[in-house]
């Protein structure tokens, strides 16, 4: 059972009083963050507005604006971390609320800046960017600047800021009824015992090996979101109508390129993805068939995808070893990154490792600019536990690094390559754990664990992203989506994706609906990528010094570079399919490993 928060030793919580000793010194720091009570809350802002065409007066706005957004950052990060120990403490709360509600001022009163640099004529923005006392803010120009051959005029940009409420109707409407109005039947396992379940249920049930508690879950989850067919078809039209706005508004030829553009992603990324998993896909349908002969099933249907094909070792690793195993994983990275890390786990308090009552369900890496990376965990000894330390840690160290070897204002890495630095220390780990596992059935364990990843974060993402793709393209050619439309073809790709010894039950044609990334303008492909790009750059890695080197110089780059340059310079081109295609030839070994070990 949970324990309260102050029966957890010192030891296993995180060091939040590296960042403020006290609440008081925190709520002293917040005071001195605005002006008091008074509106606006930072009024040398308004001593900019208009001037910037003028270099001195940009330079004097960007001190000002990231000496602000920084102390923002810390007195947030302080304040959640706070929160997630005890999310039923009202001081806490409270506190949380105070800062939020402050961010949120400072958005509203630097809401400006942006379209006035937008609104610049070329010969002004080149004048700025060409400025050597903007050298430093050069690249954050740069990007700031490529959205404009796609800003409209003033009053055209008004307008489209207040729509902005308006096109996220869908997506909220859908985080309603998805997350608070939708029920389900419960699940009947095979003794006939009920089980609630509810989305966040619904994976773990799948994992168990009882397969009629699997296949009652899948129905009845699916059949609560088929009786909302029709509304769900029309929110996810409605949100695939509002990026075809905002594409069409900002002159792009296509949503997916609208998507694409700000982030310097070429659209041969997205399209060189589902490409290489497709030809590949007679790799899927090889495990497929495998899956269905381990677990002797006289059928295989998608409801027997997640359960382990292995069942864990019973032995549990404790937190002192799961720690010092991760830490032992990366020496393969140099001393220099193994002491930092082993710093931060055995010394520093990075990680607040035990659940406690009302602690924050889960696990994140956090921190900011002035702060220790910071992990939130909830370790119980799997090694699903230690694998989500490794993967933390990773994420840690990356931003340890940037933070390090970059000023603040590109300290942070873009979301494309956030999962790049968490994957590669999984990877690291497993590798680890093989060398000491005791018997096959371990190694066969640790094994499918990859596999699964691959299937679930490759194959599963893009199908995804495929999807995805056709219904905006639809959207384009004026093609009204409707339920039947949409459940004919994601029954389609399934088929492909799976194969022939897949059965395809009729729930999964309503699946689609319950999938919240679709609701997020092209982000689902990132996962395939972030994967594939961080198993090409660990098999480098482990056999090449110098392409070890230029992994860690990829940590150390946060935000300097567009996402694709940052992986060029670590050893990976996205835009071509070589890295899909290392990680899809790494699952094909994967595949031969499974089968000697069983």
Known sequence: MPVARNEVPV????????????????????????????????????????????????????????????????????????????????????????????????????????????????????????ESNLKPYRFYLEKMGRMRPHTLSPDQEELMALSGKALDTSYKAFGALNNADLSFKPAVDSKGQEHPLSNGTYLSYLRSPDRVLRRTAFENLHRGFESHANTLCELIQG????????????????????????????????????????????????????????????????????VPLVEEAEANMDYEAARLAVVASVAPLGSNYQNSLQKGLLEDRWVDVYENNRKRSGAYSSGCYDSMPYILMNYHGTLNDVLTLAHEAGHSMHSLLSRTHQPYIYS???????????????????????????????????????????????????????????????????????????????????????????????????????????????????YATGLSAALALFQQATVDPSAKEHYLKFLSSGGSKYPIELLKGAGVDMTKPDAVNAALDYFKTLLGELKTSL
């Open 11 to 130: 030891e296993n919580r995180w060091n939040v009083e590296a960042l403020y000793v006290n609440p008081e010194t925190w709520k002293s720091d917040l005071k001195g963050a605005q002006n008091q009570e008074k509106t606006p809350k930072w009024p040398k802002l308004s001593e900019f507005k208009g001037k910037l065409h003028d270099p001195m007066a940009v330079a004097a706005l960007f001190d000002f604006y990231m000496t602000v957004q920084r102390r923002l950052e810390k007195l947030h990060t302080y304040a959640h971390l706070r929160l997630d120990e005890d999310l039923g403490n009202d001081t806490f709360k409270s506190d949380f609320g105070l800062i939020s509600s402050l961010i949120h001022e400072f958005s509203l009163e630097t809401s400006w800046i942006e379209p006035e640099f937008l609104s610049l004529n070329e010969e002004q923005f080149k004048k700025l960017m060409a």
């Open 239 to 306: 949100q695939v109508q509002s990026h075809l706005f905002v594409a069409k508004a900002r002159k792009f030829n296509s949503c997916l390129e609208a998507a694409l553009f700000p982030h310097q992603i070429d659209r041969a990324v997205y399209e060189n993805l589902i490409q290489s998993v497709r030809a590949r896909l007679p790799l899927m349908h090889e495990y497929v068939a495998l899956r269905k002969k381990i677990l002797k099933l006289p059928d295989i249907h998608p409801y027997d995808l997640y």
């Open 412 to 526: 942070q890495y873009p979301i494309f390559v956030a999962e790049v630095a968490s994957t590669f220390n999984e990877q690291l780990l497993l590798k680890h754990l093989k060398t000491k596992a005791n018997s096959k059935r371990d190694q066969a364990f640790l094994v499918n664990y990859q596999i699964e990843g691959i299937r679930g974060t490759i194959f599963r993402q893009t199908l995804f992203a495929e999807f995805e793709l056709q219904l905006h393209k639809w959207a384009e050619e004026g093609v009204p989506l409707t339920p039947s439309l949409l459940k004919k073809y994601y029954v389609q790709l399934n088929r492909e994706y799976y194969g022939p010894e897949m059965a395809i039950d009729p729930e999964l044609e309503i699946e689609w609906a319950r999938i919240p990334h679709f609701y997020y303008n092209f982000y689902v492909y990132q």
